[in-house]
């Protein structure tokens, strides 16, 4: 994949994440929930910490550790993707979803003090947490790089 289209790929994945967040905050208030399927809501919450609210009561220290945190893992993914060029297709797409979901997030941090989650999937008496387009990125970058690393990149090597 040339870089141009690597550049546009993670512009348009971080557009369509702050557009969403930015849709959804314009049309809810705080904790305000949209019912959009019997299991899934739209529900504006405002996550000052991590994954799952980990880190959640850091305060301003917490904030900017994250901040730096995330802008180093982020350069070091930058790095993997223009220097050590991916071997497979499944290893550049799953970089490039969680730079674009690390990058969603960022954002928000920057610019807020909290990452805007809204996506609640739930089933009868279970809720999974709330999150955003940028998580899932992440999620999915995750998943297809797991993929990738074991059942390609080890099968290659044996």
Known sequence: ????AIVF??????????LSKFFISSHLSLGESLNVFPFLNFTLIHNTGIAFSIF????EFSRWLLVASVAGILAYLVFLLYK???????????LLLIISGGLGNLI??????YVVDFVHAFYQHYS???FNMA????????????????????????
């Open 56 to 59: 959640d009561e850091g305060g």
């Open 9 to 18: 790929f993670i512009i348009f994945l971080v557009g369509l994440d702050q």
């Open 84 to 94: 050590k060029t991916p071997k497979h297709q499944l290893e550049l797409i799953s």
């Open 1 to 4: 994949m040339k870089k141009g």
């Open 135 to 158: 998580d899932s990125y992440i999620t999915l970058g995750i998943i297809f790089y797991l993929g990738y690393f074991f059942f390609i990149e080890r099968i290659k090597e044996t």
């Open 128 to 130: 999974f947490y709330v």
């Open 108 to 113: 928000d941090r920057l610019l807020l003090g």
